[in-house]
């Protein structure tokens, strides 16, 4: 670090020293540490990248890095908070769809953690098959949690989709949270749901 800010004294437009200051300086950052000084080297990674960004707003490598360190530093608030910016206000359309796709990709999580607990399912042993059935939450909250989650989701996806039609992310995570509405669908009783399901692994 320090021979990376003397070259940088020397030559303050050098291409590439601010990028290898920050790396640097994220190298001394222990990813899963939670100690206070620990997280003062990830805070301080962080705020290279982001001199970085203000001079090169599109600098792709520096904002992945900027995310990437909050996630690790489980800031999930910062992550997606950058992320939000990034789908409203993204260099390019593809950027915006990658950010919106992971967005998309937490609210399938957070589905997905509900409708495939234990409790919510049982195993069917069919003649040559075994089939999968949903049944709801014994807690309505939980139940309206994935609901939210997938209506927020899908409402990510199509943006995705709509930005970057070649983004396969933005599809697949389509199709998962389709799969997760045929979930919700079943255990609410839709007898259409399994077919769903079908459907919309196919997608």
Known sequence: ????????????EGKNTRLFIARSVQQQ??????????????????????DILNRDPANEDAYKAVVFLYG???????????LAERAKNGPTPKAKSEALTI???????CSYDITE?????????????????????ANQADFDKARQCVTEGLRLAEQAVS?????????????????????LA?????????????EAATA
Do not use: C
């Open 117 to 137: 607990q234990k409790d919510n399912k049982t195993t069917v042993n069919e003649p040559n098959r075994i089939l999968i059935k949903y049944k709801k939450p």
């Open 29 to 50: 950052y222990k990813p899963g540490v939670q100690t206070p000084e620990n997280l003062a080297h990830g805070e301080r990674a962080v705020a290279e990248y982001q």
């Open 103 to 109: 967005l998309a990709s937490k609210q399938w999580q």
């Open 72 to 82: 690790q530093m489980k800031n999930e608030d910062k992550v997606n908070q950058l």
């Open 163 to 183: 930005l970057d039609e070649s983004n396969p992310n933005s599809w697949s995570y389509r199709a998962n949270l389709l799969r997760e509405a045929a979930k």
């Open 186 to 198: 079943e255990m609410e009783g839709n007898a259409e749901a399994p077919a769903r399901v079908a």
């Open 1 to 12: 670090e320090r021979h990376f800010r003397r070259a940088l004294e020397l030559d303050p």
